[in-house]
C-alpha cells in the first residue's frame, strides 16, 4: 500500500470504523495487490462510495487495469458506487476499437463486483476521429445508463439530464463544465439529489485558502450532496487532487488533503433531506420563471430574445469601493462614513444594522458627503415571531436608489415581476445590491452580469446562516466570479473582490505561461475572482479602486458558443432585468445610428 490516510472533516452522530486490516484481508483472498492508500468510512448502513483519486497514464491498457483493480479494491470494502476522475480511461493515439474492448472490460467489472461505475473517458467523434471528453455511467449489471460529453468540448452537445442510483436521481458534471448552469444545476432542478463531478483540474485551481469553493456553495444552494473526484498530478497536467463528499448544508464529510493517489471511502445518509434550497428558487415568482423556462428546454423549447439585444455600456472606468466591518454604533457610523469620503469613496457597503433607527443618520451622511451607502436593516415584531427586512442604497442625494424586501420574503415582492428593483447606476455604472442569503443566489448575478452589471454589492446579516469564515470566503469567491468588481460587508468581516480579467488569467494557465503571483491582491486565483483586500482585526475599513471596461465581458468570454445556455441566460436577462436591458439595448440602437448624445 501506498500508505493509509485519514482525513475527517464532520461531527457525525454515529460511530466511525476503521478496519483496515479487515480490508487488507479481504484484498490479499482476491489476490490484489493494493495500489491505493485506503481511507474508510464506514457510516452505517449509508450509501457507500468510493472515489478513486488516481494519476492518467498515457496508455490506455495501464489505465485500464488500474480501473479494474480499484474497482475491485473498492467493492471488496463495501463500496456500492466507485467513482474515477475526468479522462480516467484514455490514452494516446487509441482507436475506438480498443475503447470499445477497454469499456466491456470495465462493464464486466462492474457486473461481477456489483456496484455502479462512474468514470470519466475519451469519446471519439465518429466523424472527426477527435478525442473529447466524457462521463458514462455504468449500473451493477454492466449496462450504460448515462453517457454526456463534455460541452466545452461540444458546444452543441444535448443537454445532460440525470441518472438513477438505487433509486436516486443524480447528475454528473465534467471539470470547466461547471460553469454552465445548463450542466451544473439545470439537472438538480430536474430532481437530482447528489451531483458528480469528475474533474482532471490544473494545480493552479487549488487555492488554499479558498479550499472547496466550487463545491461548498454548489451543495448550500442547491441543498444537495455533492461528490468531487479529481485526478492527482498527471503526466500531462499537475493535479492537485483533493477529492472530495459535501453534504448538503456544506459541510467538508471526507476530503484528501493533496493529490495523492488513493481511495477516498465515504458514506452519504440518505435520510438527510435534499433539494428543498433548490426548490425554493423554482417556487420563486420571479427566479422560478428563469428555471421553469430552463427545465422546458428538454422538452427542445426555443428561447428567443430580440435581435438587437445589447449589454448596458458605461463610459465610466474608474470605481472606488469601501466597505466596514462590525456592528456600528451610531459614532461609528459617523467615523467610518467620514473617512471613507476622505479616501475617495463613492459605494460604501455598511453591514446589516440591527434597526432601522440609523437610516436618517445614513441619509445625511450620504448627502454631506457625496457618496453612496448600501447596507440592510431588521425589525424583529415585538412577539418575536416575524422578522421584517429590507435591503437599501442611498444615493450622493440622500434619495433611496434601491429599497426592497429580501428576495426570500416572497409574502413581500409585491412589485413587477421581474428583478429591477435590485439594480442601481452608480455613476453610470450599473450594479445589483444583495444581501444576507442572497449570495447563494448565483443564477441571479448571472443574469446580471449578461445584462451588464459591473457591480456587485453585498451586505450581511448579523448573524448569517453559515457564519463558519471559510464558507463564507468560498460563497463569496463564487459569488464574485462574473466579471464585476465586488465589495461584501459583514459583521464578521468585509471584503473587495475582482474578477475583470479572469479569461487573460485562464489563459496563462492553460498555455503554460508563468502567472506571478500580483502583490496588489490578497488571494489570486486564476480561475475565479481575486481577493483584493479584507478587514483585518485592527481595521474597520476598507477601500479599493479599480478601472473597468466599457462592458461586462462575461457573456462573450463565458457564454456566447454554447446556443442553449446562451439563449437561455439573454431570454432570462431580458425578462427578470428588463430594465437594465432595455436601456442597454436603446443606448446600442442609439449608436448605430450615429444619435448617442454626448
Known sequence: MLGTTFHHNRDLSVT????????????LLVGLSPLYGISEYLIGEELRIAIVQRSIAPQLAAN??????????????????????????????????????????????????????????????QQTKNARQALTVIDPHGQQIYHYVKHYDQPTANLPGTFLIDGIPCAGIICADRWLRTVEELPIQRGARISFE????????????????????????????????????????????????????????????????????????????????AAARLRHPVVGRFWKAGLELYQGRKLLTTSDFSTYTTTRRGVVLGAASAVLSEQQIERVVTQAARRGVQ????????????????????????????????????????????????????DFLVRRPLMSQVDRWTFEPSL????????????????????????????????????????????????????????????????????????????????????????????????????????????????IARVRPTETLIVARRELAPTNGYFQDRVARFPELASWLRWGAAELFPGMVSRATKSGREKKSGREKQ
Not at 201 to 211: D, I, T
Open 347 to 398: 459605494l460604501l457597503a455598511l453591514p446589516t444594522l440591527a434597526s432601522r433607527d440609523h437610516i436618517a443618520q445614513l441619509q445625511r451622511l450620504a448627502r454631506e458627503h457625496r457618496l453612496a451607502i448600501a447596507s440592510a436593516a431588521t425589525l424583529t415584531s415585538a412577539s418575536h415571531t416575524t422578522t421584517d427586512s429590507e435591503v437599501f442604497l442611498i444615493g450622493s442625494e440622500g
Open 198 to 277: 469528475l474533474s482532471a483540474n490544473y494545480s493552479q485551481e487549488w487555492v488554499g485558502e479558498l479550499g472547496w469553493y466550487w463545491y461548498v456553495p454548489r451543495a448550500i444552494r442547491n441543498g444537495c450532496w455533492v461528490v468531487f473526484a479529481n485526478s492527482a498530478e498527471n503526466a500531462n497536467t499537475p493535479g492537485h487532487g483533493h477529492s472530495a463528499l459535501i453534504a448538503p448544508d456544506g459541510t467538508l464529510v471526507a476530503s484528501f488533503p493533496d493529490n495523492r493517489q488513493a481511495i477516498l471511502w465515504a458514506g452519504i445518509d440518505l435520510d438527510e433531506p435534499t433539494g428543498e434550497a
Open 64 to 125: 485500464r487495469e488500474a480501473m479494474i483493480q480499484a474497482i475491485d479494491q473498492a467493492a471488496g470494502g463495501g463500496a456500492r458506487v466507485v467513482v474515477f476522475p475526468e479522462g480516467s480511461l484514455s490514452g494516446n493515439s487509441v482507436t475506438s476499437a480498443e475503447l470499445l474492448e477497454a469499456r466491456r472490460d470495465l462493464a464486466q467489472a462492474a457486473r461481477r463486483r456489483a456496484v455502479y461505475l462512474i468514470y470519466g473517458e475519451i469519446d471519439l467523434d
Open 420 to 531: 429591477d428593483k435590485i439594480v442601481f447606476v452608480l455613476d453610470g455604472v450599473p450594479g445589483i445590491l444583495l444581501a444576507g442569503e442572497e449570495i447563494q443566489w448565483a443564477e441571479v448575478i448571472e443574469l446580471a452580469a449578461v445584462a451588464g452589471a459591473q457591480l456587485l454589492v453585498h451586505v450581511d446579516d448579523p448573524q448569517p446562516a453559515h457564519d463558519r469564515q471559510s464558507v463564507r470566503l468560498q460563497q463569496q469567491a463564487v459569488a464574485a466570479s462574473y466579471g464585476m468588481f465586488s465589495v461584501f460587508a459583514g459583521a464578521t468581516g468585509a471584503t473587495i473582490w475582482e474578477d475583470l480579467n479572469s479569461r487573460q488569467e485562464r489563459r496563462a494557465v492553460i498555455n503554460g505561461m508563468f502567472s506571478p503571483r500580483r502583490d496588489d491582491l490578497e488571494i489570486y486565483s486564476p480561475f475565479s475572482a481575486n481577493l
Open 16 to 27: 466511525l470504523t476503521i478496519r483496515f486490516s479487515v480490508l487488507r484481508m479481504i484484498c
